[in-house]
C-alpha cells in the first residue's frame, strides 16, 4: 500500500484492520511500530503515530499527524509486536512526500 502526502500538510487518518485465518487478530497488548526511511536501514527520518482503536476487533490507525520532511519516496513498514512475543510486518510499501508551492 502507497502514501502520497504534501510536506508539511496535516495527513488524515487511516484505519485498518488485521485479519489473520478469517479473523480479526487480536491485538490487546500488541505494540505497532511504523517508520519512514530513505533506505533500508537506514537513518529514520519519521517514527508515524499510530493507535490501537479496538483490540479485539484487530483494529488500528495511522494517526491524524503533520509530516513535515524533505520530498522524497520514503520506503516504510508497519510492524506488530504481539502479547505473546510474535513480530510480524503486515504492511509495506512506499511513503511519497512532495514539496507544496504555498509555504
Do not use: C
Amino acid at each position: 500500500m502507497n502514501f502520497e502526502h504534501i510536506k508539511g500538510d496535516t495527513f488524515e487518518a487511516v484505519n485498518f484492520q488485521i485479519n489473520f485465518n478469517s479473523s480479526p487478530l487480536n491485538l490487546t497488548g500488541a505494540t505497532i511500530r511504523m517508520q519512514l526511511r530513505k533506505e533500508y536501514q537506514g537513518l529514520i527520518y519519521f517514527n508515524v503515530a499510530l493507535t490501537i482503536v479496538n483490540g479485539s476487533a484487530g483494529t488500528f490507525r495511522i494517526n491524524k499527524q503533520i509530516i513535515n520532511i524533505e520530498a522524497w519516496d520514503y520506503l516504510y513498514d508497519i510492524e506488530i509486536a504481539l502479547s505473546d512475543g510474535t513480530v510480524k510486518t503486515w504492511v509495506s510499501g512506499i511513503f511519497s512526500i512532495s514539496n507544496n508551492v504555498t509555504e
